[in-house]
């Protein structure tokens, strides 16, 4: 079946290295990806997202990128702060299911000082 | 309002009773999302509104949970008979018209079955 998986459960960097968090996909018709990024107690939170026709998209500090190749998908936190240590999850949406998101088990930043 | 309202933000119920949870989306948007997380995992998909109408119910585990949205804004999620393993995050989303559009998530309700 479909699934969205994480490579590491858990992210450990020192405070201004760069992160990088990476999430492999299952089905190659997911035409839509978002990572998003959770703290305790809170519901995820938007980070960037990447449709399937791109390869790179860059934020404010946030990388994706897209290889549709070997269906993975990865996530660049530059210059890393404390504030960025939560769980991040990625997820992909079929085009045949307009309004599901599939999420992947999530992989936990730690930020060191 | 400013974002997606969930509540109770906590609920503790008994094996076997009843519970509604509430998502009140951000106004004007169209589409609504339910989603269930358990403990270490990723949201579960459970359902998604397109107006009133549940356009995708495909997530629902059975039929012990059920889901409205009888004016297009407010949603309850209903859960009859509930077991233990029905513990979890159940989290609400909102956006406006496709999810690409924007996809915010409200901060979930704890379900806890004792």
């Known amino acids: 079946g479909e699934s969205v998986g994480l490579h590491l459960p858990t992210l450990s960097v020192q405070e201004g290295d760069n992160s990088i968090i990476n999430c492999a996909y299952s089905?190659?018709?997911?035409?839509?990806f978002i990572w998003y990024k959770q703290e305790s107690g809170k519901g995820p939170q938007f980070i960037i997202d990447i449709r399937s026709n791109m390869d790179k998209r860059q934020g404010q500090r946030v990388t994706v990128l897209l290889n549709k190749t070997v269906k993975h998908l990865s996530l660049q936190i530059a210059a890393t702060q404390p504030g960025d240590s939560a769980v991040y999850f990625c997820?992909?949406?079929?085009?045949?299911?307009?309004?599901?998101?599939?999420f992947g088990q999530g992989t936990t930043l730690q930020v060191k000082p | 309002g400013a974002g997606v309202s969930q509540t109770p933000s906590n609920k503790v119920t008994e094996k076997g009773k009843y519970v509604e949870l509430r998502c009140d989306p951000i106004?004007?948007?169209?589409?609504l999302y339910w989603y269930r997380q358990s403990l270490g995992q990723g949201p579960e998909f459970l359902i998604y509104f397109q107006g009133t109408g549940a356009a995708d119910d495909s997530g629902l585990p059975n039929d012990r949970f059920f889901a409205v949205r009888p004016e297009g804004s407010v949603s309850t999620l209903k859960i009859q008979r509930t077991e233990r393993g029905d513990s979890a995050v159940y989290l609400c989303a909102s956006s406006l018209g496709p999810l690409e559009n924007g996809y915010t998530f409200g901060s979930g309700t704890r379900l806890t079955v004792v």
């Open positions: 106004s004007g948007h169209t589409a």
């Open positions: 089905n190659s018709a997911s035409d839509y």
């Open positions: 997820a992909e949406k079929n085009p045949s299911n307009t309004g599901k998101l599939i």
